[in-house]
Every structure is written in structure tokens, then in C-alpha cells.
């Protein structure tokens, strides 16, 4: 078979013989080492020739467009790298979308290189101490992967008293619909606070939309916070208290900074 690149994303196949199916293999470029495989099934044409005394077709395989875009993929839980106290349990999740296809069940995890788990959402625990990275993979149809990681650090640091609110992380689901904050809890040295209760809210005030915020940190000290359908505006949080029912912390009353964000 012979091929030759039109540009950087089209190839022309061009082969002889009586087969209507061949299949392409091709290496990508200096930055992507990857090599991508896949088959098409085109119809002869081209002019007459004679093999072996026999007169066949000598077909011309028409331009493959073959698309080198990777799909979007995002670790959506934990929301970056986390510190742990050994036998914590956390929940790992992950979006992924090959253009509109959503291809979240189908996200590849692994955890120091070693296959751990397929699925867009699952929750292990850390028993040893040590450094864990987290690596989701997902791969679309032409053979084409993104990856995504987040580090995780399990000891025993010493916790201070005072816990306070974290920088909000935001984000925009389901293609810019909703809006989510997730809301983290950390101690003095920085370590997430998990099991304390977080109440406040989420709301847009010059639209008048507002949803209370009642929940317990998890095993990353995080509350997530989301409104499906949002109106475009200005979206603000308020924290109205964090309680540690073990006693063990106090919240500082500080609020974050800074609490809002403007969804177009």
C-alpha cells in the first residue's frame, strides 16, 4: 500500500488487488509517538490493468480524514492534589467527551502505573503511607488519548485547631449549563478536614436564585454545590458556619475570597 500525507490531518491510501476493505496504520507526529490503527471499506475505481494475465481494477483508495483531536477528559473529584491521613477513602470521578459522545464509562484508571479500575466514578481506600498518582486515561474512536492525574499523598501531618475555607473552585457542567462550586475545608498546614458540617449558599442575586448549602466534607474536605439550568449572571457563596462534630477544629469565619463568578 502506498501513502502519501495531504496535510496534517489527511492521508491518501492508495492500493491494488480485489479486496473492497484495507485496513491503515500510521504513526503520529515527533510530539505524539502514538501509532493509530483503523479500517475503511471503499468502492474500486481507476483504469484497467493487467496482473497475471488477468485484467483487475486498480483501484485508488480515495482521502482518509482521520481526526488527531484527543477527546476532553477531567478528573472532576478530587478537584487537585490531596494529603491524607492513612485509611482514608476517596472517591475518584471523571468527565469525558469524544466531541459530543459522552465517553465517561469508559475513562481507564490507573494508580502508580498499575491498572486499577474502568468507569467514569470509583472509590478506593489508602491504607499505606506513601505517594499515589492517580492517572485517568480516555481514548476516542480514532485511537487518540487524554489523560488527566492527580497526586495522592497519604501520612499522618500534624492538624492545627483552626480550620478555614479554601479557595472555591468553580466550574460550568454539562457544556456550560449548570454551575458548581466545590468548597474546601483545610487546616492551619494546610490538610483537607474531612467529617465537619458545612452550611451557607449559593446564589445569584440580581436574578433572584438562591439554594442552600447543607453538607459534610468528604475524604478530600470538599462539599460540592450545584444548580442545574443556571441563568447567566453573577454567582456568589456564602458560608454561614463549619462545624466539627468531633471538636477537634474551629472554623475561623473567614469567608472566601473571592466568592463569586460570572457565568456568560
Given at each position: 500500500?502506498?501513502?502519501?500525507r495531504?496535510?496534517?490531518?489527511?492521508?491518501?491510501f492508495?492500493t491494488?488487488?480485489?479486496h473492497?476493505a484495507?485496513?491503515?496504520?500510521?504513526?503520529?507526529?515527533?510530539?505524539?509517538s502514538?501509532?493509530?490503527?483503523?479500517?475503511f471499506?471503499?468502492?474500486?475505481s481507476?483504469?484497467?490493468?493487467?496482473?497475471n494475465?488477468?485484467?483487475v481494477?486498480?483501484?485508488?483508495?480515495?482521502?482518509?480524514?482521520?481526526?488527531?483531536?484527543p477527546?476532553e477528559?477531567?478528573i472532576?473529584?478530587?478537584?487537585?492534589?490531596?494529603?491524607?491521613?492513612?485509611?482514608?477513602?476517596v472517591?475518584?470521578?471523571?468527565?469525558?467527551?469524544?466531541?459530543?459522545?459522552?465517553?465517561?464509562?469508559e475513562?481507564?484508571?490507573t494508580?502508580n502505573?498499575?491498572?486499577a479500575?474502568?468507569?467514569?466514578?470509583?472509590?478506593?481506600t489508602?491504607?499505606e503511607?506513601g505517594?499515589?498518582?492517580?492517572?485517568?486515561?480516555?481514548l476516542?474512536r480514532?485511537?487518540?488519548y487524554?489523560?488527566?492525574?492527580?497526586?495522592i499523598?497519604i501520612?499522618?501531618p500534624?492538624?492545627?485547631?483552626?480550620m478555614?475555607?479554601?479557595a472555591?473552585s468553580?466550574?460550568?457542567?454539562?457544556?456550560g449549563?449548570?454551575?458548581?462550586?466545590?468548597?474546601?475545608?483545610?487546616?492551619?498546614?494546610?490538610n483537607p478536614?474531612?467529617?465537619?458540617?458545612v452550611t451557607?449558599?449559593l446564589?445569584?442575586?440580581?436574578?433572584?436564585?438562591?439554594?442552600s448549602?447543607?453538607?459534610?466534607t468528604?475524604?478530600?474536605?470538599?462539599?460540592?454545590?450545584?444548580?442545574?439550568?443556571?441563568p447567566?449572571?453573577?454567582?456568589?457563596?456564602s458560608?454561614?458556619?463549619v462545624?466539627d462534630?468531633?471538636?477537634?477544629?474551629?472554623w475561623?469565619?473567614?469567608?472566601?475570597?473571592?466568592?463569586?463568578?460570572t457565568?456568560n
Open positions: 500500500m502506498e501513502v502519501t495531504v496535510d496534517a490531518d489527511t492521508w491518501t492508495t491494488t488487488g480485489q473492497h484495507a485496513l491503515y496504520r500510521y504513526a503520529g507526529s515527533q510530539r505524539d502514538q501509532h493509530y490503527y483503523g479500517q471499506v471503499v468502492p474500486f481507476g483504469t484497467a490493468r493487467a496482473i494475465s488477468q485484467t481494477p486498480s483501484p485508488t483508495i480515495p482521502a482518509i480524514n482521520v481526526s488527531l483531536t477527546p477528559l477531567a472532576t473529584n478530587p478537584t487537585g492534589d490531596q494529603t491524607l491521613p492513612a485509611g482514608s477513602d472517591t475518584f470521578e471523571a468527565l469525558a467527551y469524544d466531541h459530543c459522545l459522552d465517553i465517561s464509562e475513562v481507564m484508571w494508580i502505573d498499575q491498572p479500575v474502568t468507569g467514569s466514578s470509583w472509590v478506593t489508602f491504607t503511607e505517594t499515589y498518582d492517580v492517572v485517568a486515561t480516555a476516542n480514532s485511537g487518540v487524554a489523560t488527566d492525574r492527580v497526586v499523598t501520612g499522618n500534624p492538624s492545627g485547631d483552626t478555614s475555607v479554601d472555591l468553580w466550574k460550568f457542567p454539562r457544556r449549563r449548570d454551575v458548581q462550586v466545590v468548597i474546601t475545608i483545610m487546616d492551619p498546614v494546610g478536614v474531612p467529617g465537619v458540617d451557607g449558599s446564589g445569584n442575586p440580581a436574578g433572584g436564585v438562591s439554594e448549602i447543607s453538607a459534610t468528604n475524604s478530600s474536605g470538599q462539599v460540592t454545590k450545584t444548580i442545574k439550568d443556571a447567566a449572571g453573577e454567582w456568589c457563596v458560608i454561614t458556619d462545624q462534630p468531633a471538636g477537634t477544629y474551629s475561623d469565619a473567614v469567608q472566601p475570597a473571592p466568592n463569586c463568578i457565568k
